[in-house]
């Protein structure tokens, strides 16, 4: 079976470029492209080097907007880390940061589901395609779980326990949250 995007892929690859849509989602997207893909490709501490503190404060908007509020947290507090205040902090945020950034993609899909006003119409292109994996419930090998991720010092837990398929790529998760022992 051969993978078909889906309308949210076409929304999320649109944000990710040069040329994003002008609906708020949209715009929340773009924001958080620049400083999210620095993050995820050489870790917390290398945000400030190519984003400035107003960009990494907007990609923590577009968390919250997300309906990801730790991850949101998380970001804005890496505008004035101190990374030479405790050892291992950089390890600890990277870590942190990676843990809740599991739930991005559902959160991401489950608003484009909720609110498709928000986001500009991707272009009709003759391809029969499904509005998103949240919306259909999964499909093309991607499942959605309402749980919600549970990040700790130590552990990534889902709150469905047993009952969730587990916390991989292919597993949409919507929320996340530190533990609030972490």
């Known amino acids: ?19 994003p849509g002008g609906g708020v989602g949209d ?11 620095r993050i995820m490709g050489s870790g917390v501490s290398a945000v400030m ?11 923590a908007n577009a968390f919250d907007y997300l309906g990801l509020p730790d991850l949101a947290d998380l970001t804005r507090r890496l505008v004035d880390a101190d990374w030479w205040s405790e050892h291992d902090l950089e390890q600890r945020l990277n870590r942190t940061f990676w ?5 991005l993609r559902g ?11 928000d986001f500009d119409a991707v272009v009709v292109d003759g391809v029969d395609r499904l509005s998103g994996s ?17 990040v700790s010092e130590t552990d990534v837990l889902c709150s469905q326990r047993d009952a969730c398929p587990g916390i991989t790529p292919l597993v949409l998760h919507s929320r996340s949250r530190l533990h609030s022992k972490a």
């Open 27 to 37: 715009r929340h997207l773009w924001a958080m492209a620049k400083p999210y893909g």
């Open 99 to 103: 843990a809740l950034e599991h739930a």
């Open 49 to 59: 080097d190519t984003s400035s503190a107003t960009e990494v404060r907007q990609a």
């Open 134 to 150: 949240w919306s259909s419930g999964g499909g093309q090998g991607t499942r959605v779980c309402a749980g919600e991720v549970i």
């Open 1 to 19: 079976m051969m993978y078909v995007l889906t309308k949210a892929d076409l929304v999320w690859n649109r944000a990710m470029s040069d040329h």
């Open 107 to 117: 959160a991401f899909e489950r608003k484009y589901a909720e609110s498709p006003e």
